[in-house]
């Protein structure tokens, strides 16, 4: 097989291109960046872009499955319009790049509360791409809606806190299905979905069905 990813320089994407790479299912994995990857590996392929002109990146998005998993914060974006740019029309842009290569398989990280009606603006974003990407009528699309990622080593300090206080009340009893998930252990179910082929052509993986099947996986 032969995987095209976006994403790959971060956490769960970086966390992914490591796994594609050590299977031996997947002859080549094709990375589209905007700075080049430090890992070298017989089977990765780097591509450098700018993903404001995919007039001239988008024949490379070929293969059997193709991975979204881009995203910034508001934070690191610096504003609504830039995140905007960064979580919809650069995946949106990849999305309709790999439909219209025929590519069948699109595996796209979302987000729990994911409403394309939603008042809160991240959630109405997520939900807006997976719409988009939906109507696109890929041959299978599979979507990934996972609450908290737990990043390793990350110094976003929203991230720390809201970790700490969703495992506090996951001690207690409290919202367990919405416990953090290592962003490698949602990597793995990327790849297990990839190697599995799966008959449904649409599949909206929830965030307690993610915990529930990467502890299977385990």
Not at 51 to 57: G, R
Not at 78 to 84: C, E, F, L, N, T
Request: proline share 4%.
């Amino acid at each position: 097989m032969k995987a095209v990813i976006i994403g790959a320089t971060g956490a769960t994407g970086s966390a992914l291109v490591q796994l594609l790479l050590e299977d031996e299912t997947f002859s080549e994995v094709k990375a589209l960046v905007r700075r080049p990857l430090q890992q070298q590996h017989p089977k990765l392929i780097t591509r450098v872009i700018d993903f404001n002109q995919p007039e001239k990146w988008q024949h490379e998005v070929t293969g059997d499955v193709a991975f979204s998993c881009l995203g910034t914060t508001l934070k690191d974006a610096g504003s609504k319009v830039a995140q905007y740019k960064v979580d919809y029309e650069y995946q949106y842009a990849f999305a309709k790049a790999a439909r219209d290569n025929n590519v069948p398989y699109f595996m796209l990280i979302s987000a729990s509360m994911a409403n394309p009606k939603s008042l809160v603006f991240y959630s109405r974003m997520k939900g807006q791409l997976e719409k988009a990407v939906t109507a696109l009528h890929f041959e299978h699309l599979i979507i990934f809606r996972p609450g908290l990622l737990s990043r390793p080593d990350t110094q976003r300090k929203g991230e720390k806190i809201s970790e700490s206080i969703l495992k506090w009340l996951n001690n207690v009893g409290l919202l367990r299905n919405m416990s953090p998930l290592p962003v490698r252990q949602l990597a793995q179910l990327m790849l297990h979905y990839a190697k599995n082929k799966f008959a449904d052509s649409i599949q909206i993986v929830e965030s307690a069905r993610i915990l529930s099947e990467v502890k299977m996986l385990s």
